[in-house]
């Protein structure tokens, strides 16, 4: 997600997940919660993006008009507010050590206690990951009691889709069962408090997918097993609580290997399963979609559409069953949604007979994504979407239906209309944030899979979308220059390319006219000197540096400049870069506009690709160095020495803004420690003393990407988060 978490369109198994071992922030000590210093009340707001992540699953209370939940897979849990249309974030409040729990692997509700919510939290289950655990709340979110459990769940892990694997018993309330990837089957008596594992007869494995969901039928709970061959059971149930059975005639094959979701149609007493060959997003090709008469036992296969056609290209139209949801209020109407499906895009089926004939909802659809133009992903128009796994029905209007995308959440009032249901709901991991001194933006930022973003406004979803021209996936550099704000450049993962400049301050691109070969395979972070005549790429510890010096038109290798290290231009002098080597604990400066590197200072930590180099603006060699929990340190003379700032222990991202009246140096923005608190800080007097200017209830995990204030306005500042979009805060009022 950032540099130290795996892209959501990454794979997270085998080699993968060794691999980001080596790029996880290694957190000391404990970081304990405190409120704000006197004088530090802040507001804090999202900067609207609308959405960019992926919704893993949405869920109908059924018994309250207008109340709904939503889940994401790095981004934390919302509440619908029927009364203002929009999501309310609820997991806010988690500290930089809990960084594991924004990710939601399940949410549940009670229907007989309405203001009753369970959420069952935990991004990763791999060994370098904490445990897992489940929050409960008596008054819908508002406030929480937390149990840590003795497992780990996986809310960006394949399978995050599946769902939910949290359920409240339907034969008493105060009994919960949780499904895991590892650990089988867990059960809770005192509402979530505390959970012990109990017999099941799967046996779970320390690399399957275990169960992949829980759902009540009547007074009984089916459970799905996610790690069939697709010859031996794949689906449970238990009438008691006690004694389990595999479901007898249940449906066998490739395309019924996995259950993925279900749902039970209380009107006919049918359960519909989602069925495909693996659990997605990624990775399905073949899948269907079956229904149990719970009453008889009987069977019947009502799959849509079976995958394995052809199209039109040639290919073959591949694909999986994902999203299932039951009208609450017509007998036999059901939607369900195609996953993975590339070639043919995506689609929602509806039958309105119990599966013996359905519909494509995408034939007749009509979007409006003029609130979020970023959909449109750089094309003429939007895709129908992607990843769909969650889908939802409102039980209260059989026009209402939404879906989940790789991006956003969809929703209709009448089967035809689509536009985003988005509002409140941001989940972008940002990995660059630059807040211009001039123009109309206060903010640009970089994220990863959608790109660099031009905010005109802070409370809108930009109107140009993402930058196109070329358009990114994820964003690996940006950077202006300091004495000419207008020019802009970025870099990252693209098919058409992977750097462009602007000469408007980010409005418009137009990509290089060469670049490096290696450019396409390990695009790495960009900058640009203070008059923007001259760029520097890296390209990662593999590669060396390149330059250019006519606006990406030809590139040279600078030899001398460290491998991987992270190009910083002095704001003062376009003839002086300074790039920190972490491997060495090395400070390489450049006095010759980028042609050569020699080391200074040196004996500094080594290690860590996160450490941090930035430099005050306005400045010449004014070099400023987050070394983690090694603390921060500080150079005025270009990098041939550094002192450490005794007023902090530790520091990861460092950035400025302006001036407090009355004062000379501009405003410094932290995201470290002062002594145990790992927070958000700020200093108006050059780091010698610091104010906690965020709160307990705005933590939002990890936040050590990058952190900005703003040149023109006073106390602002605009945090890049893990999950969590762009944050700023303000002076409270």
């Known amino acids: 997600m950032s540099t130290f978490h795996l892209s959501r369109r990454a794979v997270l198994a085998g080699t993968a997940a060794t691999a980001a071992v080596a790029a996880l922030p290694v957190l000391q000590g404990h970081a304990q919660a405190a409120v704000p210093a006197a004088g530090g009340a802040y507001r804090w707001r999202n900067v609207v993006q609308g959405g960019t992540g992926f919704v893993t699953g949405v869920l109908f209370h059924p018994s309250v008009r207008g109340l709904a939940y939503a889940r994401t897979d790095i981004g934390g ?20 050590d809990d960084w594991n729990l924004l990710g939601v692997e399940a949410m549940a ?145 490739t395309a019924a290997k996995v259950p993925v979701r279900a749902a039970y149609d209380r009107h006919t007493r049918e359960l519909y399963v989602t069925y495909a060959n693996a659990p997605g997003p990624n990775g399905q090709s073949d899948g269907s979609v079956h229904k149990l008469r719970t009453t008889t036992g009987k069977w019947t296969e009502v799959t849509p559409v079976k995958p394995g056609g052809p199209t039109s290209d040639g290919g073959t139209d591949s694909f999986g069953y994902g999203g299932v949801a039951a009208d609450a209020r017509r007998p036999g109407t059901v939607v369900v949604s195609t996953n993975n499906r590339w070639s043919l895009v995506d689609t929602l089926y509806r039958t309105t007979d119990g599966g013996r004939t359905w519909t494509s ?89 959608i790109g660099v973003m031009y905010h005109e406004r802070l409370t809108a979803s930009p109107s140009r979308g993402m930058a196109s021209n070329p358009v990114f996936g994820t964003s690996t550099g940006l950077a202006l220059a300091a004495a000419k704000p207008s020019y802009v450049v970025r870099a990252g993962w693209g098919d058409h390319g992977n750097g462009a400049r602007s000469n408007d301050g980010g409005k418009t691109w137009a990509p290089f006219e060469s670049q490096p070969s290696v450019a396409k395979s390990a695009p790495g972070p960009i900058t640009t000197n203070a008059d923007g005549s001259v760029l520097l790429w890296s390209f990662g510890t593999g590669n060396p540096g390149f330059r250019s010096a006519d606006n990406g038109g030809s590139w040279s290798e600078v030899a001398s400049f460290p491998k991987g290290a992270v190009p910083v231009a002095d704001p003062a002098d376009p003839s002086r870069f300074y790039a920190f080597d972490t491997t060495t604990g090395t400070l390489f400066a450049s006095t010759d506009s980028g042609r050569t590197f020699t080391a200074r200072a040196t004996g500094l930590n080594s290690g860590d690709t996160e450490f941090q180099l930035a430099v005050a603006p306005g400045r010449s060699g004014d070099l400023w160095l987050s070394l983690k929990w090694n603390g921060l340190y500080r150079s005025t003379d270009g990098g041939a020495t550094f002192t450490k700032v005794g007023s902090c222990s530790a520091s990861y991202t460092l950035g400025f803004g302006k001036a407090a009246e009355g004062a000379s140096y501009p405003a410094v923005y932290m995201v470290g420690s002062t002594e145990s608190i790992t927070a958000v800080y700020r200093s108006d007097d050059e780091a010698k003393s610091w104010t906690r200017i965020n709160d307990d209830q705005h933590q939002w995990g990890w936040i050590g990407a990058a952190i900005s204030g703003d040149p023109r306005v006073y106390g602002r500042v605009y945090i890049a988060t893990n999950g969590r979009g762009v944050q700023y805060g303000e002076p409270a009022r």
Request: hydrophobic fraction near 35%; include cysteine.
């Open 77 to 96: 849990a919302y509440r619908w507010d029927d009364r203002t249309d929009r999501w309310i974030p609820l997991t806010d409040h988690l500290g930089w």
């Open 109 to 253: 509700v009670d229907p007989v206690h309405p203001d009753r919510l369970y959420l069952a939290l935990g991004t990763y289950a791999q060994s370098w990951a904490g445990n897992g655990a489940v929050l409960r709340s008596e008054d819908r979110g508002a406030t929480w009691k937390r149990a840590d459990l003795g497992v780990k769940l996986g809310a960006n892990e394949d399978g995050r889709g599946c769902g939910e694997r949290l359920l409240v018993d339907p034969r008493d309330s105060d009994t919960l069962w949780l499904g895991t990837r590892h650990d089988g089957l867990l059960r809770s008596t005192d509402r979530g408090a505390t959970w012990q594992a109990v017999s099941f007869p799967a046996a779970p494995s320390a690399t399957g997918q275990g169960i992949t969901l829980l759902v009540a039928a009547g007074r009984s709970v089916y459970v799905g097993w996610g790690d069939s061959d697709g010859a031996s059971a794949n689906l449970y149930r238990t009438a008691d609580g006690t004694t389990w059975e595999a479901v007898p005639g249940q449906p066998a094959g």
């Open 361 to 449: 909802l995408k034939d007749k659809a009509v979007f409006d994504v003029s609130e979020t133009p970023y959909l449109k992903w750089g094309a003429d128009k939007p895709k129908f979407g992607w990843w769909i796994q969650a889908v939802g029905l409102d039980p209260f209007d059989s026009g209402h239906i939404v879906y989940g995308t790789g991006a956003t959440l969809y929703g209709t009032r009448d089967l035809k209309n689509w536009a985003p249901e988005i509002r409140g709901l941001e989940e972008a991991s940002i990995r660059q944030l630059i807040s211009p001194p001039a123009g109309e933006a206060h903010l640009i930022s970089g994220s990863g899979d």
